[in-house]
């Protein structure tokens, strides 16, 4: 019997149809991925079967009993929680038994009924049988397979990154060990081990789970069937990535000729019809009238939505665009990383990577003056015009529309002209007036490239531009930040987006204060 059973689903957006009478189930034991271009409606899905956004038509079934957990980034927490209250929050079931035994056990001391305490040893087996002497444990061991070691465990969260903040909601996700697990983009805050331990959980993982993510490599390792989004339908294939990718090329290769066939009999028909509809024939072509007005229509094999960008460029000239000497970054006085010196000269373009969490968005934000530095200079070119692309997806009002935002900030431009870029960054006319809000994170992310591309600038910084971004997406961007004649200066995790593009890496990990301390104390030992 299917865990999760959805029929007959359809949803759609302003004009925007996002699947129409889409059909499928999960079962038990299946690890399913979640594929599609941004925009297309895998987070709306998500967001469907557990009731936070109502289609507009058909049925979502899930088994009786069956304990779903969501990945939700955007989850409401708390002003002043911690990290530690928070996690443990995943075991607040277990915490009132334990109340409910630790006063069952009082009250025997006080009326010695056996009753009493053959309840409260019948709630102790049940806390045992769960794990709950172990808790403190297991959260350990969750909070250093995510990075979060370095967080102190009274650090309030509202205080955190976005990227700290989304590890921590996944935290409390694994330790709440669900039936069923659904994820959104699950890698875009981790890095290479921290996603390695993530794959060891979900190989591991007793039940099943559905997982959105445009990181092909990681569905590869952990998927055993995959459910294709695109054009208005969802298709599941079984079997591992690679399978169900040559099983998606095969049925769209079976479509295409499908299609192709039907059009030249519908296109036969419409001549005769044309040639005969007042002649001696006319009997003939009302019958294929109606024929054509009962025929059920094969889909046209679309192409996908091609995002493509293009920063436009000011030449001043500038030879020392960037030099930075000593330069010391932290928060409270207290530095992340070991003195920082490095140059960016004409036209060359830097990558900087590491581990999340280890301070590259500082170094960043420090470079730029956006948060003060502790120490050392920065010393852009007199003529350097820079471009910054921030990580977060914050807004201002959540309930304006990408052509109102844009606008706002450039009122001279025509609603045309921002229309157009908006298209060719691959978000449509429907897209361009839908709340900010409502849109996907890769949505998001473009209405961010767009607002970039009516800047003219000698000087990109773009710090995790592909996070959200499906794969034919990113490669665009790659594709414009290359091309760009200037500088450029690229954070990534992702060791495919920088290979090819930066000039030079700087491993801002091998900065970091925390790695030097744990080389020290090694080498003490």
């Not at 205080?159 to 039936?179: F, H, T, V, Y």
């Not at 592909?466 to 500088?487: C, M, R, V, W, Y």
Request: hydrophobic share 35%.
């Amino acid at each position: 019997m299917p865990l999760l059973k959805v029929k007959n689903l359809s949803m759609s957006f302003a004009e925007k149809d996002l699947y129409k009478n889409a059909s499928f189930t999960l079962n038990p034991g299946e690890h399913m991925g979640i594929v599609g271009q941004n925009g297309v409606g895998k987070s709306t899905l998500i967001k469907i079967i557990t009731d936070k956004e109502l289609p507009l038509k058909g049925s979502i079934k899930w088994q009786n009993h069956t304990s779903v957990g969501y990945l939700d980034q955007y989850v409401s927490i708390p002003k002043g929680m911690t990290l530690i209250k928070f996690l443990h929050t995943a075991y607040s079931h277990l915490y009132k038994l334990n109340e409910r035994m630790t006063k069952l056990y009082e009250d025997y001391a006080n009326d010695m009924n056996n009753k009493t305490l053959e309840k409260a040893g019948r709630i102790q087996e049940t806390l045992e049988s769960h794990g709950f002497y172990e808790i403190e444990t297991k959260i350990e061991e969750v909070i250093s397979g995510l990075g979060l070691d370095d967080l102190k465990r009274d650090q309030q969260i509202s205080k955190m990154s976005g990227g700290q903040r989304s590890k921590i909601i996944l935290a409390k996700l694994i330790l709440e060990d669900p039936d069923v697990i659904l994820l959104d983009e699950p890698t875009n805050y981790l890095d290479t081990a921290h996603i390695q331990w993530l794959i060891d959980y979900l190989n591991n993982f007793r039940g099943s789970f559905m997982v959105i993510s445009h990181d092909y490599g990681f569905l590869e390792q952990v998927t055993n069937c995959i459910l294709n989004i695109a054009f208005g339908k969802i298709n599941k294939y079984r079997g591992d990535f690679k399978q169900a990718m040559r099983q998606k090329t095969e049925h769209e290769k079976t479509q295409k000729r499908e299609f192709n066939k039907q059009q030249v009999k519908i296109q036969k028909a419409k001549n005769f019809i044309r040639k005969n509809k007042a002649g001696s024939k006319s009997t003939q072509a009302k019958s294929r009238e109606k024929m054509l007005s009962h025929m059920t229509k094969v889909d046209p094999p679309s192409s996908n939505i091609h995002a493509s960008f293009e920063f436009p460029y000011l030449d001043t000239g500038s030879q020392n665009a960037l030099v930075i000497d000593k330069l010391s970054v932290g928060y409270n006085h207290k530095p992340l990383l070991s003195p920082v010196t490095f140059s960016v000269t004409t036209d060359q373009k830097v990558g900087l990577k590491g581990f999340n969490g280890v301070g590259k968005s500082t170094l960043i934000k420090s470079i730029l003056g956006i948060i003060p530095k502790l120490g050392g200079d920065v010393s852009f070119s007199p003529s350097a015009k820079v471009n910054y692309f921030n990580q977060d997806l914050v807004w201002d009002d959540y309930q304006n529309t990408p052509l109102n935002y844009i606008q706002t900030k450039y009122p001279k431009l025509t609603q045309g002209e921002i229309r157009r870029k908006l298209s060719q960054c691959g978000l449509d006319a429907a897209n361009a007036m839908k709340p900010i809000g409502e849109l996907s994170g890769g949505e998001q992310v473009k209405v961010k490239l767009a607002l970039m591309e009516f800047k003219r600038s000698n000087f990109l910084i773009m710090d995790e531009p592909t996070n959200h971004l499906d794969a034919e997406t990113k490669e665009s961007l790659k594709q414009a930040i290359k091309n760009f004649p200037g500088n450029a200066i690229v954070v990534s995790h992702e060791t495919s987006f920088y290979n090819g593009l930066t000039d030079k890496t700087i491993d801002v990990e091998k900065l970091s204060l925390h790695k030097a301390d744990e080389v020290n104390q090694k080498e003490d030992k």
